[in-house]
């Protein structure tokens, strides 16, 4: 191996000062030793810095007499430099890189790998120009273009692999644009995620539920009329595989009490499971309770983006004594929930796929065949499926296929009344003063709910003063002002604020159904309190987000989101104005609410009076009384074939001309509460109940028990 390199040559120069093409430095393959020091006449050479193994550096071109030339970098003895390739004339030639011994190189190319280097502007004279360092891959490098004479050219510096290089010393970095939050858009589906605080948050919720609403489940409130009618349903459809025990006339829709047949068919004692019938309903009960419970904090966070409105809302429908006394019962408007939770859940999906909205569409269908209230929720889902699947590939299918999915649920239902011939009254008659004789109708019974009425719900005997308001007037109120200021945000940016429109909108369509003046029932009112929650949930995070404007605040944010609703919990519990853990009795002493005091045992009243009918009452008896007790008079034995209650008594054909032949003396017990009592006073606006109000009449009281303002008896007809 030769130990001489060939000396680098100057680039001839043309009649203008221009520069020509050189010649190769080196033969292809020659062997070279570092390079000597001397030069060409008039050259000065300054040698490159060192670099790391593996990069490439960039030496500038030999140029005029008269300028100084940066010298190639040495490389080790025994090393091969590949050819230098030929520039055109204006064009500088790279050299070649130190390597490592016995390795050869390629061909002077850009700096690292696949890059490409771009050449340096000119500078004016007398000035020094330094090029770019090497960048990591996938960058571009800078390298220094040919200058006037008598310039200085320095090599470039190779910095290390992963870097970023400077062009100029006096280059300013660009700033970085600060990073944005977390998008959140209801119409998009851009929901922010759960979290470690929103997972143990939503497990504190669940338990919660479970202890509000499973303690002393069994024992608080009194079993009311309503749970009987549904169990003795659901008891039908298990027995005797049909809608009712009686005449169905579509009073309601059935899915409510198959439901209840369903979840009692696979217990080890079916409906005796948990002690009564009723028992078991309630049961049935505390695990809807629950999953309404996830569902309601899922759609209060994807609607709110916030954790905290979520926790607000599920506090609220958890431990609100309107909720308690309510949801424990065996109601149809406890599973219609359920099932409209589950409908919005399914829209509020991250994509709106077509499971979703199917999926959604059958819920919506399945919560109007349970109770056909539930329609006053259907324009705010037909909204809020609008919003989502605005603007998508798939809208138009979409927008068809969710109607059909809700609707599928009725229609099977119509065509149930359509193939018993029950659909139409007889002769297409809707005269609500002669109702059809030879069977029922499922359109004149609907006709007949939309036209019923009982006046104003404000007045001082009604619900709203009497029932609702002693129960819980916190949320109530606290309800009512949260869904205005919700209507009030969600219409100003209906773009932004969708999450307020939905919520606001779904309060408000259940309540214009409340105050309409229609015949309202005492627990009506269920439906409308998890979205009561659900507005107050968010408007309470609104308005503490809203106060982190001011400097003050700003620096206790985290600590305030947690504190200010803890301190507003533990106000509620422990106020007796609220109810809500402690209260004010009738004889004006604080105590424990009923719902969790376990001296109060309303049903225990109950269950003695069953045990004193079982003890002295002939199963063959014909016994008036009313739909709480029937489920263990006809499922527990003794059977006890001929009791029924005074609504079908007097009402059903079956019972009232064949069993009791509309006479009192027929009657040989009445089973009786101060509530049934009530109730048979406002059921004779046509004179049906005189002749078992003549039994009472004529009939001798044989057992009463009283506990506060419930009174039971029975009495032995004459």
């Known amino acids: 191996m030769s130990d001489n390199t060939t000396p680098s040559r100057s680039a001839p120069v043309d009649s203008e000062g221009r520069k020509t093409a050189a010649d190769k430095e080196t033969a ?75 390795k050869k190189t390629a061909p002077d190319k ?28 996938g960058k571009k490098t800078v390298a220094a273009k040919s200058t006037t004479p008598d310039k200085k050219t320095v090599a470039a510096k190779s910095t290390t692999p992963g870097k970023k290089t400077v062009a100029a010393k006096n280059a300013k970095v660009p700033a970085r644009r600060p990073r944005r939050g977390p998008r959140f858009s209801v119409a998009r589906g851009w929901f922010p995620p759960l979290g470690t605080k929103g997972k143990i948050a939503l497990v504190v919720s669940l338990l919660t539920g479970v202890l509000t609403h499973g303690y002393h489940l069994f024992r608080y409130p009194l079993y009311l009329t309503d749970e009987g009618i549904y169990m003795q349903r659901a008891w039908s459809v298990l027995r005797e ?34 002690g009564t019938a009723i028992n078991t309903g309630r049961f049935l009960m505390l695990l809807v309770h629950i999953a309404s419970v996830y569902l309601l904090f899922e759609i209060a966070r994807r609607l709110s983006g916030s954790v905290l409105a979520a926790t607000v809302t599920a506090f609220l429908f958890n431990v609100s004594p309107i909720a308690v006394y309510f949801q424990r019962q065996v109601l149809l408007d406890n599973l219609m929930i359920f099932w409209l939770l589950l409908s919005l859940f399914m829209l509020l999906r991250r994509e709106v796929t077509i499971r979703a909205v199917f999926g959604g569409g059958v819920a919506l269908g399945m919560a109007l065949i349970t109770k056909e209230n539930a329609i006053f929720f259907v324009p705010t889902f037909m909204y809020l499926l609008y919003r989502r699947i605005k603007g998508s590939p798939s809208h138009r299918f979409t927008r068809t296929l969710w109607p059909f999915a809700a609707l599928s649920p009725i229609g099977a239902y119509v065509t149930y009344a359509l193939l018993k011939n029950e659909l139409l009254p007889s002769g297409f008659d809707f005269d609500l003063n002669n109702p059809p004789a030879d069977h029922v109708s499922l359109l004149y019974t609907l006709w007949w709910q939309l036209n019923r009425n009982q006046g104003t719900l404000f007045s001082h005997t009604g619900l709203l003063q009497t029932s609702w308001l002693v129960r819980d007037k916190v949320l109530l109120i606290a309800g009512v002002c949260a869904m205005v200021i919700c209507l009030w945000i969600g219409v100003r940016n209906r773009r932004r604020n969708l999450g307020f429109l939905v919520a606001g909108t779904l309060a408000f369509g259940y309540a214009f159904y409340l105050v309409r003046g229609s015949v309202v029932l005492d627990f009506y009112v269920t439906p409308l309190i998890p979205m009561f929650a659900l507005n107050v949930g968010m408007v309470t995070d609104r308005l503490l987000k809203g106060s982190f404007a001011s400097r003050f605040m700003r620096g206790a944010h985290s600590m305030t989101r947690v504190a200010v609703p803890s301190f507003v919990a533990i106000l509620l519990l422990a106020s007796p104005a609220s109810g809500y853990l402690v209260h004010t009795n009738t004889e004006g002493r604080t105590q424990i609410a009923d719902q969790y005091q376990s001296k109060i045992n309303l049903t225990g009243m109950q269950h003695a009076q069953i045990a004193w009918v079982r003890k002295h009452v002939p199963p063959n008896s014909r016994i008036v009384m009313d739909d709480d007790l029937w489920s263990q ?12 209650s005074h609504w079908n008594a007097s009402s059903d054909p079956d019972v009232r001309d064949k069993l009791f032949k509309k006479k009192w003396q027929y009657v040989d017990y009445i089973i009786m509460s101060n509530k049934m009592r009530r109730s048979m006073m406002l059921n004779n606006g046509d004179g049906r109940e005189n002749w078992i109000l003549k039994a009472l009449q004529n009939s001798t009281r044989v057992w009463s028990m009283t506990r506060g303002n419930i009174k039971l008896e029975i009495y032995r007809v004459q």
């Open 28 to 102: 292809p393959n020659r062997s070279t030793t570092p390079p000597d020091k001397s030069t060409a006449p008039d050259e000065k050479t300054a040698p490159d810095k060192s670099t790391v193994p593996g990069k490439k550096t960039v030496a500038a071109k030999s140029a005029t007499p008269g300028k100084k030339t940066v010298a190639a970098k040495s490389t080790a003895p025994g090393k091969k430099t590949a050819p230098d390739k030929s520039t055109t004339p204006g064009k500088k030639t790279v050299a070649a890189k130190s390597t490592a011994p016995d």
């Open 110 to 137: 850009s700096t690292t790998p696949g890059k490409k280097t771009v050449a340096a502007k000119s500078t004016t004279p007398g000035k020094k120009t330094a090029p770019d360092k090497s960048t990591t891959p």
């Open 241 to 274: 595989t049909s809608l009712s025990p009686y005449t169905y006339d579509y009073d309601h829709a059935p899915l409510g009490w198959i439901t209840l047949a369903g979840w009692a068919f696979p217990l080890p004692k079916q409906f005796e499971t948990f």
């Open 633 to 644: 008079l006809h499922d527990i034995r003794p059977f006890y074939p001929y009791a029924h």
